[in-house]
């Protein structure tokens, strides 16, 4: 596929962009897309993510600034909003949460078996940090009417997929605080909060899974369309930005070639 | 709002548009919206509504041609593919279907108390016809690979509105046709099959349901964004016809507002 | 597993059991199972199927009359219910719709094959006839208060599963009759109405599906519990007429050991 | 309604009841219903509730023993199961989760400004206590085969319901739980996990929640069998510890007069 055409979805729209960490970051895809359609942006990520990633490359290639916060600090989210609206001189028109760690996979402990520490930790920057977002844009009043807010998930929040562990349950609650903190803003703001679920991506976070490559395969047989790669989503979330998704608002949106709504693929029953 | 913009998101995209009747019908503002982002595309609609509606003044804005088919008819159906591809020459790359009539609401005949042969015309029209054209457009390879086929659904598909009677029971089968053809289209021809579940619409067909208006008022109000107008639907379909979205597929998108994961508003509870 | 114990659940509660046609019917287990319950029925079928099947076997063994009825011809259903209640000196307490036709899958006719007159046919047995008995049942006044109604789903409602056909958008659509009647039974009449997404159970009508066998083993695998059997199904369905259940209404009740809720299952993946 | 009957559908069957605090409580009902019908049992709460609330009284009632428990302690948790297998002298087959409580809701922060001190502890108490029950009981092989695993929750986990503020995203989270544990009890253990998704119940957690009462009046309105009572929800949840729901698992279980699939009522559009 070409994605070599620009549109001009989001020209004028400024926003943040939270957890680009290298060239397989769904976050860095959609920044090289929103890039591409004129939009402008601060790059966001934790003081270590900066520091060992490739963060600058994309600054540069992007013509973004970058600015370290850790999302679970509400000390930090202060400052990145602060210095975004100074920066940009105004309001924001989208953000986008592509934030997941569990230290729980990480250890290989499986479900049964999981640490309640790692799990507050691996509970509290995967979801929680979409909720402490959402409340410092709130209360900075950061976002335009009409505004955008965006997460990444992925299908393990609604049926059980082992090797996803403690992250499945975390997805659930990110989904949920979508649809709640989503009525608020869709109230009091006009500004719709949705996410995108999406195929399974080989990122750095997936790679830190058992069993991820043997999924993958799974994952591609099953959906009539293949997986939908990091490209594919970020051009995907360029229109749930654009002013032309306006009331598209607290849903969780399957982008996956079909594998959601796929019981069985007949090439897989042979 | 304004829709002034116009992005060129389906340049060079030729498509078939069913069921445009005068200037409130979703399909007519989709005709709109596509010409403005560059496409060219076929209107069609039954010889009835041809005769009754606006189409030609549709026809001269968009600068389409007009062939009468009725949905229902597998010959009809033929030759209106026949003469798009002949039209065109060669395949194209959307659908939207945009069709649906249940006697028995205009009747006023009660759920409990359907006639089963205005059932059985209702399901033909406004579920059937869409696998009709599917299975024209498959047998005649008619679509390009990465089409995109929508069709219009209500989320009383899935939750009881009383007064959308049997239209419910189609709009259940027609989200399930999305899903079982969307399968093949997706594993032969990387084709994508959707719906759209949109807010209601004081469209023609609407003006028929009793209560319509009372619900309207209730359906804006449970709306965190109000609901979506037909313009709006149309910005949101030229999105799936888009190359942007190729991997979304046997999905029923909900672009209502917010209503459909609503529980309850605040203001309606005083 | 032991299903000898008898708990009396259905003790003085009537009802109608449509669709036992020989000892692998789902239908043919409910009615073994009420009986146990000591509950008292009416048993019914087609004339056709009475003939070739051994419903009169059944009859016996549960100290049943059986009454001979298309459920597709409403002046059927009137006698029925006029004989039943007459048979019973009163009303009713539950009723099973257990009937699912195909043509399509019979001929082999792939999904964009379908033939339109037996789509249309498959529709009216395996759909309509759901309404047509509960529109009998409503006109009659034949439930009493608290009743139950239950019919025989499956998950390919909701995803693809190719094998399974058009049927798989009969189901939609009775899984959708389910809630639309479901509404007005409640509020009227205090009776519930539920569909049983029941795991594939290799009945008459299952075995002329092509590639049941394969699926059978793939179901299997892939649900936590293994597939749930026709005697477990009837144990289901009782608790469903009990006394027990009577605040769950117009729901699909996914009865397959887990099936539904499983995205992947460790065995699948090797 | 008369729920006199006895049916002997837990003769011989142990379990555990976390959370009965008054008359009021649902698992206060679950443990009288669960009485009459031949089960034995453990109740357990925190310290705090034992102290205030009227468990004493239940335990006479129903012949069961106490044992106090912080369910969300690991500790406790341990000495709890170890202590009611040594009460049983063997394992057990049922578990009963009905604990809930947001500090957010009795403070009266609205959810776009909930404090995320008290966000962990909730999360903790309704949540994650889930997993640690099931945890213990898997670490210390409490269950029997075929036993059955229930917790309570709330339609607000899947649409927004603005006045259950924070608790929505936990029950959300329980929800995943029961998916992502169910898996593996079901394919270890053949054991079942479930909720229960009951109408809104005038329990003591309930009295903290603001705007509580008109809701109430709501969801009576809106629900075609009248909201479900907590006497409803236990008759239904001896229904699942019962040999008759055996592959039952993975699910979300409405229990709520028809409510979750009602998008209107013709009776709140005047």
Known sequence: MSYDK????LKGKKGIIFGAFDENS?????????YKEKASFVLTNTPAS???GKIQELSKKTNSIVISADATSICDLNILFE????????????LLHSIAMSINIRKKLAYPSLNYEFLRKG???????????????WNKKAMNRWGSIVAITYIASQRS????GDMSDYK??????????????????????NTVSQSPSVTRSAKSIEGFDKFLVFSEKMS????????????YIITLFSDLTRKVTMQNLYHDGGFSNTGIHESTLI
Request: hydrophobic residues 40%; proline residues 2%.
């Open 50 to 52: 900066l520091r060992v």
């Open 161 to 164: 997929f082992p090797f996803y």
């Open 26 to 34: 769904i976050a860095w895809k959609v920044a090289e897309r929103a």
């Open 123 to 137: 509970w509290e920057i995967s979801a929680v940090s979409y909720h402490k977002i959402m409340q410092t844009a």
């Open 83 to 94: 210095k975004t609206l100074d920066h940009f001189g105004g309001k924001i028109d989208f």
């Open 172 to 193: 659930s609650y990110l989904e949920s605080i979508t649809r709640n903190f989503g009525y608020y803003w869709g109230v009091k703001e006009k500004v719709r909060v």
């Open 224 to 235: 009539p369309l293949g997986n939908a790669t990091a490209e594919d989503c970020a051009n």
């Open 6 to 9: 620009s549109y001009n979805l």
